[in-house]
C-alpha cells in the first residue's frame, strides 16, 4: 500500500468513527429529552380549560342632533 492509499483509508475511518460518535450523542441527548418532557408532563397537572363567557351584545348608539 502507498502512502497515499493509507492516508485514504485513515480518512474513510476517521469519517466513519466520527459519524458513529456523532450519531451516539445526539442519539443519548434525544432520550435524555424525551425523558424529561415525559417526567414533566407526568408531575405538572394539566389545567382546567377555562369556560368562556358569551360576549354582551354590542349596543348601538345613535347620537341625537340638537
Request: charged content about 25%; proline content about 6%; hydrophobic content about 45%.
Amino acid at each position: 500500500m502507498s502512502s497515499v492509499d493509507i492516508f485514504y483509508l485513515a480518512l474513510v475511518v476517521c469519517a466513519f468513527t466520527g459519524f458513529g460518535i456523532a450519531l451516539a450523542y445526539f442519539s443519548q441527548q434525544d432520550l435524555k429529552f424525551r425523558t424529561a418532557r415525559q417526567r414533566a408532563e407526568q408531575e405538572a397537572p394539566k389545567p382546567a380549560a377555562k369556560q368562556v363567557k358569551p360576549k354582551t351584545p354590542v349596543v348601538e348608539r345613535t347620537l341625537e342632533h340638537a
